[in-house]
């Protein structure tokens, strides 16, 4: 019988931009006060319902931040993690989306319509991002075989990887939400294969004062 590793995967906390609505991706931005009490309920609730051994991070601000408020609650460091990287937004990294939909109708509509298919101006594609969040997944789960492992990742990041783990291509990148501080839980067996146990769960967000950016 195949031995099982798991992955708890969440997504950072909320930034100033996730309010602003704007392209993040690359830009190193800070979690607000409220992302902020969001990592440290994420941090307490993963230690009573989902422990993990590891913690691993994006090495963007927002995601280290909330994966030291995880790892902190275990007794353990946040690692930086090139692998969980965001997306590369080229051109459009910063601009506000209703700015970007106005200007750019069509490349807007192909963003919204296809994703599988387009790129960002200067940026990546969600295919690129695909392989290198797998391939650091892999890695991470070999060095971690059998255990739990945290991984805190971004939404285009988280959903590429779970669209992966449900066995779908990148045109359903849309069909899957990722709220701020959400939890994701998989596992991996020794063939590869995936079995999901938790998507998109945000039940410890509920008791916090402030609205949850989408």
Not at 71 to 86: C, I, K, T, Y
Request: with cysteine; charged share 25%.
């Amino acid at each position: 019988m195949s031995s099982r590793t798991r992955v708890v995967l969440v997504r950072h906390g909320q930034t100033a931009w996730n309010r602003e609505a704007r392209f993040r991706g690359r830009a190193d931005l800070p979690l607000d006060r409220f992302g902020q009490s969001q990592a440290e309920a994420t941090g307490r609730h993963l230690l009573e319902r989902w422990p993990v051994d590891a913690v691993y991070a994006s090495p963007l601000q927002r995601a280290l931040q909330t994966g030291a408020a995880i790892a902190g609650a275990h007794g353990l460091s946040v690692q930086p993690f090139e692998g969980l990287l965001d997306i590369d937004f080229g051109a459009w990294e910063g601009r506000p989306i209703h700015d970007l939909a106005e200007r750019h109708p069509e490349l807007w509509q192909a963003w919204m319509e296809t994703p599988h298919t387009f790129r960002f101006p200067g940026g990546e594609s969600l295919d690129q991002v695909r392989d290198r969040v797998l391939t650091g997944l892999h890695e991470l789960t070999a060095r971690h075989a059998g255990g739990c492992v945290g991984m805190v990742g971004h939404t285009v990041v988280n959903r590429v990887l779970l669209c992966a783990v449900l066995g779908l291509g990148n045109d359903r990148f849309w069909r899957l939400e990722q709220e701020t501080c959400a939890v994701n839980v998989f596992d991996i067996d020794d063939d590869g294969l995936f079995t999901l146990v938790l998507l998109n769960d945000t039940c410890h967000l509920q008791d916090l004062e402030d609205g949850i950016a989408p």
